[in-house]
């Protein structure tokens, strides 16, 4: 179970380089836009997002190996 502020909580981890594939952050897989829109995502959204994210960095682990 994932309470209604750990899902809206930022998964940003204080790396902030935009340097993966796409422009995607290497700590938290985002784009400098959806850093921008974070806050203003409905939860559905936040859901969704976050399922990419860890698609997103998942490929960047593999890259890295």
């Known amino acids: ?3 209604p502020y750990e899902a809206q909580k930022s998964p940003c981890v204080d790396i ?3 340097s993966g594939p796409k422009g995607w952050c290497i700590g938290c897989g985002r ?3 959806d850093c921008k829109k974070w806050k203003s995502l409905k939860p ?3 859901k969704s997002l976050r ?3 860890n ?3 998942d490929q960047m682990a593999k890259l890295d190996n």
Do not use: G, N
């Open 55 to 57: 698609k997103r960095m």
């Open 16 to 18: 902030c380089q935009f």
């Open 51 to 53: 399922k990419e994210l």
């Open 1 to 3: 179970f994932i309470s």
């Open 31 to 33: 784009t400098r836009d």
């Open 44 to 46: 559905y959204a936040i």
